[in-house]
């Protein structure tokens, strides 16, 4: 509100303001402090530094699953597909990349890299560069086949039975 407070002398008038006391909200704490930031910002990182290896450790763990549950999924597929087609499917492997490919699909998929293949009973094409493969025939049965699988999971075993043809697979050691 303004208001004219007459000035002693040449009749001219000047103007002040008065504060307004009536409409005015009282001063509030509302916020942080510098030292509640740092504070939170503190148990935020160090919160990070212990869940997030671990989650890193998980995550890589179940990407290590997806590739060898991607394998036997395509070993079924193979069976499945010499099964109904009545001719055989081979599923080629190679051992020192890693890689795999089935026979008559367009692709060729890989193992992660934290999954090593340490032995392999395969039907060979070429022993030298550890290039083999597992057929499945149209009567059902394979040539049968294993792989030792070892990865952050531990040791497994990829087994293929030959007068079934039934894809499976064992921590090492169990039955």
Not at 22 to 36: D, H, I, M, V
Not at 68 to 82: E, H
Not at 138 to 166: C, M, R, Y
């Amino acid at each position: 509100m303004i208001s004219p407070l007459p000035l002693q002398g040449a009749g001219t008038m000047v103007f002040h303001r008065k504060p307004k006391t009536e409409n005015r909200k009282p001063a509030s704490n509302s916020g942080f402090t510098l030292l509640e930031l740092v504070a939170v910002l503190a148990i935020i990182s160090l919160l990070l530094g212990l869940v997030l290896p671990g989650m890193y450790r998980s995550w890589m763990r179940e990407r290590e699953r997806a590739s060898v549950r991607q394998l036997i999924v395509g070993l079924k597929a193979a069976r499945s597909a010499a099964a109904t087609e009545h001719r055989r499917v081979r599923v080629f492997i190679d051992i020192k990349s890693g890689r795999y490919r089935l026979e008559g699909f367009a692709g060729t998929r890989e193992l992660a890299p934290e999954v090593r293949i340490n032995d392999a009973h395969l039907v060979w094409q070429d022993l030298e560069k550890r290039q083999g493969y597992i057929a499945f025939y149209g009567d059902g049965t394979s040539s049968g086949g294993k792989l030792a699988l070892t990865g952050l999971t531990g040791p497994q075993v990829l087994e293929v039975e030959i007068i079934t043809g039934k894809v499976s697979l064992k921590a090492e050691g169990k039955t």
